[in-house]
């Protein structure tokens, strides 16, 4: 398929990558110039803008760090027109950017108005899963565009739930973090006890791995640098999901409990821990990196 990837940072760039590994023929676009030079070392095309990368393709996928990237990219910004006020055919439009429902469907509704199909699909899985074409695809939107995406997220994951309507997946895609946001303090917080008792990190880990505390966070993502080999705090938390974006994502339960009257006192607390951490200067550091916030004064 001629596909159109907008996005290619830590998360877009292996995407599209393995889109290109499975034979497509992909335009990229980035506001980085190196990360379009990546991509076409990999046999992307480069395209100057993203309206170049979307003329005549099928597909339009976007991975964009928060939602006023997405509406700026669809509907336009400053008075300059969205991809929705140029776009040529009828190309499926995926967002994989994680975004607040109210804003995927204000996407979706613009471009139902234009009769074009236009999926929230969040991902699961970090960057290695991106790597590894295991990402969890996380779709909300009409049934038929879900099965016409299927074949081209399949390319770029291992699972791929239909939530329901558009902003549904979104709205499963927040409760997950949320739940990784508390989950990964939560690791933090255990590990650092432990030590400061005398435990080692890795056997301590090991322990709880076997036992009832075991979670994702701990056994697949260990936020204790040298515990784990690849993991982003063996190499100083560099890269992987940024404490920036953990925050915007906990931002984003919070809205949606607000108005939803839920209520969210461990969602809450972990959006306060990760707020801190980032305004103590750790926002562009992989989120494991809330280890720090225990480690102060070692
Ligand atoms: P990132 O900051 O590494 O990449 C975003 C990219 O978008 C950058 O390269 C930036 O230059 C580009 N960009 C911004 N505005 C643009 C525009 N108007 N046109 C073209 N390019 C533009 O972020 P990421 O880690 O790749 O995450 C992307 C999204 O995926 C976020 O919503 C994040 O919450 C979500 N997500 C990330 C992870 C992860 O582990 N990193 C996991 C799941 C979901």
Known sequence: MNIAFIGLG??????????????????????????????????????????????????????????????????????????????DGKPLLIDASTISPDDARTVGAAAAERGLSYLDAPVSGGVGGARAGTLTFIVGGDAAGFEQARPVLEAMGKNIFHAGETGAGQVAKICNNMLLGILMSGTAEALALGVKNGMDPAVLSEIMKQSSGGNWALNVYNPWPGVMEGSAASRDYQGGFLTDLMAKDLGLAWELALGSKSSVPMGSQARNLFALHSAQGHGGLDFSSIQKLYRAGE
């Open 10 to 87: 830590n998360m877009g760039a292996p995407m599209a990558s393995n889109l290109v590994k499975a034979g497509h023929s992909v335009t990229v676009f980035d506001l980085v110039e190196s990360a379009i030079q990546a991509l076409e070392s990999e046999g992307a095309s480069r395209a100057e803008s993203a309206e170049a990368a979307a003329r005549g393709v099928e597909v339009i996928i976007s991975m964009l760090p928060a939602g006023a990237h997405v509406k700026g990219l669809y509907l336009g910004r400053d008075g300059a027109p969205g991809l929705l006020d140029v776009l």
